[in-house]
């Protein structure tokens, strides 16, 4: 396992829920869950909304570098006063990709170069936003403001891995009545939560934001033998296979095409009428549709969209015609 410097302060401070000032800047928040299925080949993964409040908006993904996929959580969007669209973490930034990591100075005891890069990197992008924030914001303790679940490959062949940036805020009182404050975005934090320890059952990964969703885990649906899931398991033979490597803890045994269909033919008990989306990672960093967002492509509108290199990793591709 790979280890990383925490780089955060805990706070006190949940969602933004203050009504905004005229021309102030507002955020739109994503909830949901994300079922991560790391295989023998490649990295299936499905991300399910769950609105948090009117305006919200679903779990995006996005391209990171060449060997991982960021699926963004919390205050993903925000509308600027004056500008017709929202700035979307996972579409209106410069591409974010570490590097020469291995020649990038590190201070000692400081996380491995390409993580603390893609760190920083959303770091940037979001201290001029939260820094237009002057409403009391109430966030619980130790929730981040933003999270971005950060799923693909290590490299230098350490193999799959799975994190949870975190991002947290702090706010500052500047006026007589307390109705005006300066808030301040923190350094990410990294938690690695795959591969597991040594010894450790290698199972489905699942991550929720909030954590308070109450939904039982794909995982747990199996090993109660929930009658949809025993449906599913008797209509095909791979299907089967891939449910009992699952509740062996063997998870890493199925092969990227098998764990990919059966999480598909899944996802709908799973979800219920909500919706969501389905990726995979290949060992080799290329990353493909199984279940595209339903959302329509947008052509790009702002200068920095035209200044990305034509190889820039990007998520509009087409499903996979053998899906």
Known sequence: MRVLLTLFAALTFVAISAPAQEDEI????????????????????AAIDHPLEAKSVPPRVAAIGSSHVGIFFGASEWQVPAQPLPIRL????????????????????????????????F???????????????????????VQIVLIGYAPQGYGPEVWLIDYRAEQESVSATSDFWQTHILRPSFNQIYPPEKHQAKTLVEVRFPETLQDIPLTGLIQQNDPRIAQLRSSDARFSKVAEHIEKGQANKVAMEDAGD????????????????????????????????????QKAQRGEDKDRPADAPTLMRKPNPDH
Request: no cysteine; hydrophobic share 35%; charged share 25%.
């Open 262 to 297: 059966f999480l598909r033919a899944a996802l709908p008990y799973v979800a219920g009428n909500a919706h969501f989306v389905e990726g995979e990672v290949s060992e080799n960093g290329g990353f493909q549709w199984i279940v595209p967002p339903e959302e329509p492509r």
């Open 90 to 121: 996972d579409r209106d930034i410069s591409d974010i990709r570490p590097t020469n990591t291995h020649e990038t100075y590190r201070p000692p005891g400081s996380g491995e170069a390409d993580l603390e890069l893609i760190g920083t990197g």
């Open 123 to 145: 770091l940037e992008k979001l201290r001029p936003l939260v820094s237009q924030l002057h409403h009391k914001i109430e966030l619980k303790p130790d929730e981040p403001l």
């Open 26 to 45: 507002v955020a739109n928040l994503a909830g949901g869950r994300v079922i991560i299925h790391v295989a023998n080949d490649g990295i299936v993964f």
